[in-house]
Every structure is written in structure tokens, then in C-alpha cells.
């Protein structure tokens, strides 16, 4: 297939993180039936597809990225029958399931595992990463990103293993062509149920090599993806997209090469990760860096442009909300999260949309003894230890706890927000009685209604997909701007990033340029712009 009419290429994709979506059946988790509850709505916003955080079976230690069955469901969401289910309805709400495909680790907890620690001569033991050693001496100093050695003992074998995450995540070793096959038996067996695609969890860590302290980007990675690709979703018209925190752009294009070789995308996270401290964790915060932002966005839609694919994302479920993070989310909640949503929208690359990110739902302030995530408890206690203050740690977890994206989503202004009939696993955000979707979706001036309008424009223009990237007053402190254009269309974007008003150095746009979409009810003709002003504005160039 040619690589221009891929389908996602003016897709729009919905993340949804299954326990804090909707409760169908009260017991405060969020589960299958309730997504499915949901479909009319996710068909009204217009999404073509639905990312699902992970759905199997699991202790959940880490919300079900440590999977003890990869092919079946977990209780708690539901059965494989409902599952089934999920595909096919979705399928007729023009929609496609796409799965969180967890192949760093398993759960200690799998079937695989379990085995493996029985001897070292299982068959299973080498489908996991050990070392030899002796108690209290680690193979080497290397740490979990939960925290904590990513070394665990095991007495009866005399031997440790390797996690980069929890304890209970024991890293799978890709080395071994079986443990490959078994898992790209299981990624078939998914196809052939109907999936649309999957979302790769930290698939740039899968070629490890812990003894010369590689994680990410290890040499056999890209083989690894190939053989990958090639034995499982070059079968099938699907999308996939990897997660890959080390990508750099050269990287991105051997990834999302239009060959079609390894994935069709992978997210990377460089814009994501410019508030914080050089050298430093993302709890050690630091301003947003504006003109540096607009640099790495330049860089990634220039050097991509035909060679490869971007997603195009502010948040997700380890990432809190893009309006309290970059943009206003008390005076200026729905001008600030507009304007965000219009310059991530008309950029070229796939949309992600997180749940809730259509509503403008913002981060939350717990006591901490409602934060539920194992990241933000673990780094509270490590924290704590090394003498930080409390006031200072909270201040880093009100930024940056993951625990920000996974608050119930607000449907309604009833209790819980209308997300559980039961307790909620974790509280609700208080501020659901002013932001829920009920309020938003006959709204066409909700951020809900600017979403919608959005997706609806990606579809009808292919300027949006394919128009080559070119970045406006790149030195302009306060304004981001950008056109796009193929031989029908020129489409302009002009954001005032901050709650100022400031001098719009593009002046007036032009006469013929239509306005599309913006965030105040006369957008931009000015020659200031107002606190959050944005506009995507389109020129036909035929007329
Ligand atoms: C990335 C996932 O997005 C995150 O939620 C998870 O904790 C780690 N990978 C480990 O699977």
C-alpha cells in the first residue's frame, strides 16, 4: 500500500486509560462495558480511533503495564467476550481498538516468569535477563526508573534479574528467538481478533544490554523491530506507534520509515521533557523554555517532512494536563486549552487526544494520601529520605505526578462525576461540577466543540496531512505561528502563548485567508492578540 493513503495519516486517535474512563458496573474501577457506554460520545467528537491502556490480566502493580496474560482480559475490565464485543461495536461507530502492547517486561506474576525461577535450566529461564552474583553484591549499580536497584535477588537460584521498572516487572530478554516467536504469536492472535493497531510501551528499552548499562536505543533494537514488524503487523492495514523516549529525529525516521520496515510512528518526548532541569528528573522543575519549544517543534515537522511520520501529543496517562501545565486552567482555562489544542492540531503528524484533554481537565492537588500511583509514592518516600521538604516534594507531584491524568473523567456535574455509581479507585477532581462533558457537547464554543471542529478539519482538507511545514517569527517571545501548504492550500496558525496581550508581529492576515477556527468570537484581525489568542486561518489558493 502506498504510504500516502495510509488511514491514519488524517486519523485522529483517543487515549483511553480504561480504569478512569466509566464504571459500568459500580465496583469504582472503570472497565470494558463502560468504554463501550461511551461510543456514541467518542463518535460525536469524531475520533477514528481508540488507544486502550492496557486491558489484560494483571496484578495490577503498575495499572496493567505488568501483564501476567497477555491474552486474556483482567477481571476487573471485564472478559475476553467483552472485549470482542468492544472491537466490533466500535467498528460500527466508524472506530478502531488500538492495544497497549507491553513487550519490555511481563508481570512476575506471568506463566513465563513463574517458571523461569523455578530452575535454571527451565525452559523459560532465559526468556528473562539474570546475572549470576551473591547476595547484596548487585551485578552493578543500575536503577529502576521506580526507584530502587533494577536488580532483584533470587535465592533459590542464586541469582538476580533484571527490571527496569517495579520489582514486579521483570524485564523479558529479547535475545532469545523463542520468547520473539511466542510474542509474535500472541501479537496474531490479536489481529485476528480485529484489533486497528497497537501502542508499543517503551519499545526502544527492549535491546538492553545491562552489562554495558544500555537501556534504550541498544544496537539490536532495529533489527528487533523489523523482524517484528515483519512477522506480525506488515500482515494487516494497522497503525503503530512506539513509545521512545531516546528517539532524537534520525532515529524517528528509521522508525516511521514510509517503508513500512518497523512502525508507522513513535512517540517521542523532547518537547515533553523542557520543563525541567537539565541533566535532572521530571520532578525537578524548571520554566517552560518558549523559544526553544517552537525550536524542537520546527525541527521535528522539517526534518520528518516525507521521510517519516510524528505523532502529535500534550498528554497521556504518565503526563499531567497540558492547561495546567502550558497553558491557564483558572482565568484563561478555555482560551489556554483551545489555543493548545489549535497549535497541536494543525501540525503535520497523527493527533493524540487524551481523556479529558477534550474538556480542558486539569491537574489535581491531593492530600497525599489519595495518590494512588506506585511512581509518585515511591518518589515521595525516596524523596522524604534524602531530606527534601514536604512542601517541596508536594510541589513536584502537583506538577508532575502521573496521578493528573488519571483522575475519573468528568461526564456529568452528578456525583463522582458520573464516572462510578460505587467509591472511585481515586477521587475525583473536585472541579468536576464546572468541567464535565454534559456541560460541553451541544457547546460549539467548549473546548469539547473546538476539538470536534478540529478532527472535522483534518478530515475535509488534506492540507493538514500532507502540507509542508514552514515556522513563522521564530525569534517572537510570545507568539507561536506556522503555516502549511500544498498546491490548494495555505494554512496559517497563530498562537499567543501567554496570558498577556501582546503585538501580533504577522499583522492582519491576509484578506482571502478564511478564518476556521479560533478561540475568541472575532479572532485575530487585530494587531494585537489577546491573552491566549489563537486562529488557524485557510487560503484557497485556486480562488
Ligand atoms: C510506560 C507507560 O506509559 C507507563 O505508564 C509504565 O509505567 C511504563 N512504561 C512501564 O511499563
Not at 47 to 57: H, M
Not at 124 to 136: C, I, P
Not at 220 to 247: C, I, M, N, P, Y
Not at 521 to 527: K, S, T
Request: aromatic share 12%; glycine share 8%.
Amino acid at each position: 500500500m502506498k504510504s500516502q493513503n495510509k488511514w491514519w495519516k488524517s486519523a485522529v486517535i483517543y487515549q483511553i486509560y480504561p480504569r478512569s474512563f466509566a464504571d459500568s458496573n459500580g465496583d469504582g474501577i472503570g472497565d470494558l462495558q463502560g468504554i463501550i457506554s461511551k461510543l456514541d460520545y467518542l463518535e460525536n467528537l469524531g475520533i477514528d480511533a481508540v488507544w486502550l491502556s492496557p486491558v489484560c490480566r494483571s496484578p495490577q502493580d503498575d495499572n496493567g503495564y505488568d501483564i501476567s496474560d497477555y491474552q486474556d482480559i483482567d477481571p476487573m475490565f471485564g472478559t475476553l467476550a467483552d472485549m470482542e464485543t468492544l472491537i466490533e461495536e466500535a467498528g460500527k461507530h466508524h472506530i478502531r481498538i488500538i492495544m497497549d502492547l507491553v513487550l519490555n517486561h511481563s508481570s512476575d506474576e506471568h506463566r513465563w516468569f513463574q517458571e523461569a525461577k523455578k530452575s535454571r535450566d527451565n525452559p523459560y529461564h532465559d526468556y528473562y535477563v539474570w546475572r549470576d552474583g551473591t547476595e547484596g553484591t548487585f551485578p552493578n549499580d543500575m536503577r529502576a526508573a521506580f526507584g530502587g536497584p533494577a536488580w532483584e535477588w533470587v535465592p533459590e537460584l542464586g541469582q538476580y534479574y533484571f527490571h527496569q521498572f517495579s520489582v514486579k516487572q521483570p524485564d523479558l530478554n529479547w535475545e532469545n528467538p523463542k520468547l520473539r516467536r511466542e510474542i509474535y504469536d500472541m501479537i496474531n492472535w490479536w489481529i485476528g481478533k480485529g484489533v486497528g493497531g497497537f501502542r508499543l510501551d517503551v519499545i526502544d528499552q527492549i535491546a538492553k544490554e545491562p552489562d554495558k548499562r544500555i537501556t534504550g536505543n541498544g544496537p539490536r533494537l532495529h533489527e528487533f523491530l523489523r523482524e517484528l514488524s515483519r512477522e506480525t503487523f506488515q500482515k494487516a492495514d494497522l497503525v503503530t506507534v512506539g513509545e521512545a523516549w531516546g528517539a532524537d529525529t534520525e532515529l524517528a525516521k528509521l522508525y516511521s520509515n514510509p517503508d513500512n520496515s518497523e512502525l508507522s510512528m513513535v512517540f517521542q518526548f523532547e518537547h515533553i521533557c523542557l520543563d525541567q532541569e537539565a541533566g535532572k528528573e521530571k520532578w525537578d522543575l524548571a520554566p517552560l523554555p518558549f523559544l526553544k519549544l517552537k525550536e524542537v517543534f520546527e525541527r521535528w515537522q522539517t526534518q520528518l517532512y516525507g521521510k517519516g511520520w510524528n505523532s502529535l501529543f500534550w498528554n497521556n496517562h504518565d503526563l499531567p494536563r497540558i492547561v495546567s501545565r502550558w497553558g491557564n486552567d483558572r482565568k484563561y482555562r478555555v482560551e489556554s486549552a483551545k489555543m493548545l489544542a489549535i497549535l497541536l492540531h494543525g501540525l503535520q503528524g497523527t493527533p493524540y487526544i487524551y481523556q479529558g484533554e477534550e474538556l480542558g481537565m486539569t491537574n489535581v492537588r491531593y492530600e497525599m494520601e489519595d495518590y494512588r500511583d506506585i511512581e509518585t509514592l515511591n518518589l515521595y518516600r525516596e524523596r522524604l529520605e534524602k531530606g527534601y521538604t514536604e512542601a517541596e516534594i508536594m510541589r513536584s507531584i502537583y506538577a508532575k505526578s502521573r496521578d493528573n491524568a488519571r483522575t475519573p473523567m468528568q461526564w456529568n456535574d452528578g456525583e463522582n462525576a458520573g464516572f462510578t455509581v460505587g467509591k472511585p479507585w481515586i477521587k475525583v477532581n473536585p472541579n468536576y461540577r464546572e468541567i464535565n462533558a454534559a456541560g460541553q457537547i451541544s457547546d460549539a464554543n467548549s473546548v469539547f466543540g473546538c476539538y470536534r471542529e478540529l478532527i472535522r478539519l483534518r478530515k475535509k482538507y488534506p492540507v493538514y496531512a500532507e502540507g509542508e511545514f514552514r515556522m513563522l517569527c521564530r525569534e517572537d517571545e510570545n507568539v507561536f505561528a506556522y503555516l502549511r501548504e500544498d498546491e490548494e492550500y495555505q494554512l496559517l496558525v497563530i498562537c499567543n502563548f501567554h496570558d498577556g496581550t501582546v503585538q501580533n508581529p504577522l499583522g492582519e492576515p491576509d484578506a482571502g485567508m478564511k478564518l476556521l477556527v479560533g478561540n475568541y468570537p472575532e479572532a485575530c484581525r487585530g494587531a494585537v492578540l489577546r491573552p491566549y489568542e489563537a486562529g488557524m486561518y485557510l487560503l484557497d489558493k485556486r480562488r
